[in-house]
């Protein structure tokens, strides 16, 4: 069983840059694959960030390449997204989730969700 909390949201200008934190708790994180996803209002959650279970390799969705970056703390059982020149259309409720299989863009192999974490940008 593996808990996920999310934290680091917030209301930022176009432009500007927020870090998004994953905890979580329970035992072989490492074991687990682990992804950002996000659901605007009104939208169905998609797939954001990707990161393999010892961090060496990222999968990221189009829009977000060249802006965001997954990384994670294996040691402290924590994921990262770091979301720079952020747009408005970033603006979603942000979740991360674990899975303990390979494949990081699918989101129905994900076992655990976090509660999510808001991300407003303002133009």
């Known amino acids: 069983q593996v808990q996920l909390v999310e934290s680091g949201g917030g209301l930022v200008q176009a432009g500007g840059s927020l870090r998004l934190s994953c905890d979580a708790s329970?035992?072989?994180?490492?074991?687990?694959?682990m992804g950002w996803f996000r659901q605007a209002p009104g939208n169905e959650r998609e797939f954001v960030a990707g990161?393999?279970?010892?961090?060496?390799?990222?999968y990221y969705t189009d829009s977000v390449k060249g802006r965001f970056t997954a990384s994670r703390d294996n040691a402290n059982n924590r994921l990262y997204l770091k979301m720079n020149n952020l747009k408005p259309e970033d603006t979603a409720v942000y979740y991360c989730?674990?899975?303990?299989?390979?494949?990081?863009?699918?989101?129905?192999?994900?076992?655990?969700w976090g509660q999510g974490t808001k991300v407003t940008v303002s133009s």
């Open positions: 989730a674990a899975s303990n299989r390979d494949n990081v863009l699918n989101q129905d192999l994900y076992i655990y």
């Open positions: 329970g035992r072989f994180f490492n074991t687990y694959t």
């Open positions: 990161i393999s279970r010892i961090g060496q390799r990222n």
